[in-house]
């Protein structure tokens, strides 16, 4: 599963938790070319992923002679409930998102925090001759992506001093793994 992926598959997972109340209601990514379902629904959109800050790298390598990597990133979603209950849809989401311990434990479960949210927007739709009501929240989440990457290793160095009639020489000794390949 790709990161971007994990991403989105994390944000429906608390969106579920944080609209619990609604079971029926159909949590849908934006822009997948499906069928509008015919009951209330929320719509999830992925605006951006930015990454914030530096990367944090281990000093030492795990028994696998691997350094931990790890990125902080920011994921900027917009939610749109849409339908005739997206008013109450978006009240209940809005309160709980950052407030119910459920959705804070399904945030956790899932590598999320919640770090920004906004305030509802009204926004309704003209569909062919009649207004759809629609309503608008923008979620900001917190994640961490830790990647490996594999180090080559030196097993020791030893250096080993000798002074023959006051000229001191020194011989230096690497010991390096069998497969260690240099690259170019």
Known sequence: MTLYTSVQNSVRNVTLVALSEYPTSPAIF???NGSEPAESYVSISVLSINQVGGHST???????EELSIRIPYEAFIQFSFV?????DMAHSFNQRIKNNPLVLEECSRNKLGVMRKSQVRRAPQKRDTQWIDNHNIDVTFSYFVNTQ???????A????????????TAIIEILIPEDFVITP
């Open 149 to 155: 990457q594999l180090v080559d290793v030196v097993e």
């Open 30 to 32: 934006a822009n997948e």
């Open 58 to 64: 281990s000093t030492q390598t795990n028994t696998d």
């Open 157 to 168: 160095v030893v250096i080993e001093a000798q002074i023959d009639e006051g000229i001191e």
């Open 83 to 87: 339908g005739s209950n997206s008013g």
